[in-house]
């Protein structure tokens, strides 16, 4: 039989989130056998989800995946279906796919290559299996196969890679090659970055062609477990051809595509067409989708912001406004209320705006909290924004908590507070003052407090820890300011939040200096533009500052004294901040990389500062 009609499903499961879990893996079983569909991929460690972290390491976490696999396996009559999951054998865990036909267990292919760089730790929980190796597997008094197999489904032959196995230069698929197989089937578990998707897709269309073969691959979906996005993506080439795609990033719970091939057939009339990369419009389905999931899986009644009317707290209620706009349009109104486990309340009279905007109003808080050192710009851009999308908006002055702090410590130093002498302190403890009274409406109202800190800002500790650091979630704590100073326009003109409109037109500043000092952002600290070059060649390149300034000299038309302050200036801060890195809240993985120590970059608190690599910089 050389002709096979084949599909992916994407899902979007929850660490042992069981009920959730098992109800899309059987919705997309059931789907697929509708639609006649023949093979069906499944995504990496689907039964558990992927994020379980350190539960892997639980004995009774295998011995339930195993339980829960035994209700998926009656199900697939008639179909063969891929299911991931963890498998504990000899006293190791493997992570495998377990493929099931009509009803019964042909054997579990076990991963072979491990992720372990980046966000990923896979050696901490599991071992590779080693190649060309295949042993038996006992369960329930039935014996099974696993290892390095390959599988005859209806004349098709088939074989695996899980994710990182096809990462790697001597790959599985090698080996396949040289079997003869006819379909790989690839299911995974890649977190979203920023044009991430074209380097899979390439991977994907480039394997098929090397290894003469059909290739789909299935990826996991959604805000699976707090920090981590899936794209979802499904993806079918064959003979070097992209065959399929589907519409990454969704909101539904599954996604099923599928197609027909021919195994003996090694040119189609494909109308499938690659997807332009487009970090904007990525970064608004990304991130909107990573706080819906986040919303719905804690059960919060919404998310409350203290709106400055700055680019950052901005940013965070376009992506809150964004989940709803969205979540509406994708599900349809009944599917998305139930979803957030909100009722609706409102005229049916209403058109879909003016829904999305109820809505919007039911789940988001925003507050602006002046003091004697706000301009009016600020309020006004707050109150205009938050009123566009629907929003609540508060406001209320902080002065006279700030004047009580004042007098307070005044009394205990036997002084009297000054710029001059104090300015740091003066400035942080506004940013502090704030933070109670807005934790305060967020514990009332039982919803989720987002902290508005951008990746820049952590790289320098530009930030006022426990005050505009205070919060649950920091959905742009992955991205820089330059990116999102440049993503709210487009979001202003291309997604049509015409609320944006006095934001993008004010100069990013913290406003906790007295009117009569000027205080930017960048007057602060540096220029943004060199600051996210510096960070890109310091620490995501991990260059030595002599190795930066080598290389921005050749890059930049910039006096060469300047250039070293600006570099100084990074390392030192960065060095001296690890301890606020430490403790931001989560945040989104949303770039190829980001600063949070407990997924991509492990920094020591305590260290010597660059103190001699900055001295080399000095002499040059």
């Not at 994407?10 to 899309?24: E, F, R, S, V, Y």
């Not at 992570?95 to 290559?113: E, H, M, V, W």
């Not at 002046?370 to 999308?389: F, I, P, R, W």
């Not at 951008?454 to 979630?473: A, C, F, I, K, Q």
Request: glycine share 6%; charged share 20%.
């Amino acid at each position: 039989m050389s002709q096979i009609r084949i599909g992916g499903a994407c899902l979007n499961q929850t660490p042992i989130g069981w009920a959730n879990n098992i109800a899309n893996i059987k919705a997309a079983i059931l789907e697929a056998q509708e639609k006649n569909v023949e093979i069906l991929c499944l995504p990496e460690l689907c039964i558990t989800a992927y994020g379980c972290q350190d539960l892997f390491l639980s004995e009774w976490l295998v011995e339930e995946a195993l339980t829960q696999l035994m209700t998926i396996v009656p199900l697939c009559n008639d179909i063969a279906v891929a299911v991931g999951l963890p498998i504990r054998h000899n006293q190791k865990i493997y992570n495998t796919t377990c493929l099931i036909q009509n009803s019964q267990i042909l054997g579990f292919y076990a991963k072979q290559i491990l992720a372990n760089e980046g966000i990923h730790y896979e050696h901490r929980w599991f071992s590779p299996w080693p190649s060309a190796v295949v042993e038996k597997f006992s369960y329930a008094n039935k014996n099974y196969q696993i290892g390095d197999l390959t599988f005859h489904i209806d004349g098709v032959h088939t074989g695996f890679e899980i994710c990182e196995d096809a990462w790697n230069k001597e790959r599985p698929a090698c080996r396949l090659y040289e079997k003869g197989v006819d379909l790989i089937l690839n299911p995974s578990a890649s977190h979203f970055s920023f044009g991430k998707h074209k380097i899979r897709e390439q991977l994907i269309v480039t394997s098929s062609k090397s290894f003469e073969c059909h290739y789909l691959y299935v990826n996991q979906l959604g805000n699976e477990s707090g920090r981590v996005i899936y794209d979802g993506d499904i993806i079918l080439a064959s003979h070097g051809q992209l065959l399929a795609a589907n519409d990454r990033l969704s909101f539904q719970p599954y996604q099923l595509m599928y197609f027909d091939i021919d195994t003996e057939q090694k040119e189609y009339k494909s109308t499938s067409q690659t997807d332009s990369i487009d970090n904007n419009r990525d970064f608004a389905k990304a991130a909107s989708l990573g706080l819906f999931d986040y919303l719905r899986k804690s059960r919060a009644n919404g998310y409350t912001i203290s709106l400055s009317g700055g680019a950052d707290s901005s940013s965070i209620a376009v992506l809150v406004a964004e989940l709803v706009r969205r979540g509406v349009l994708e599900l349809g109104l009944e599917k998305f209320l139930d979803s957030i486990h909100l009722k609706a309340d409102w005229s049916n009279e209403l058109s879909v705006n003016e829904v999305i905007k109820q809505i919007t109003n039911r789940i988001l808080i925003t507050a602006y909290q002046g003091t004697k050192n706000s301009s009016e710009g600020t309020s006004s851009s707050a109150q205009h924004l938050a009123e566009s999308v629907g929003a609540q908006f508060k406001h209320w002055k902080i002065d006279d908590v700030v004047d009580s702090n004042h007098d307070i410590i005044e009394k205990a130093i036997g002084r009297k507070l000054t710029w001059e002498q104090d300015d740091i302190a003066m400035q942080n403890i506004q940013a502090r003052s704030r933070s109670p009274l807005i934790w305060m409406i967020a514990n009332i109202t039982g919803t989720i407090l987002l902290t508005t800190s951008n990746r820049s800002e952590g790289d320098v500790g530009y930030t006022t820890m426990d005050g505009d650091t205070s919060g649950s979630l920091a959905p742009i704590a992955g991205v820089d300011k330059p990116f999102l100073l440049q993503w709210l326009k487009y979001a202003e003109t291309t997604l049509g939040y015409k609320g944006l409109q006095q934001v993008n037109n004010l100069t990013p500043t913290a406003e906790l200096r007295p009117k009569g000092y000027t205080q930017t952002d960048e007057d602060d600290l540096m220029p943004y533009s060199i600051l996210v070059q510096i960070e890109r060649l310091g620490i995501y390149q991990r260059k030595s500052p002599l190795e930066v300034y080598q290389a921005l000299m050749k890059e930049l038309s910039i006096d060469t004294d300047l250039l070293k302050t600006y570099i100084r200036k990074f390392y030192r801060l960065w060095s001296i901040n690890q301890w606020k890195r430490e403790r931001l809240a989560p945040s989104f993985h949303l770039d190829d990389f980001n600063v949070d120590p407990k997924t991509w970059c492990r920094f020591p608190i305590l260290s010597g500062g660059f103190e001699e690599e900055l001295k080399q910089l000095d002499q040059l």
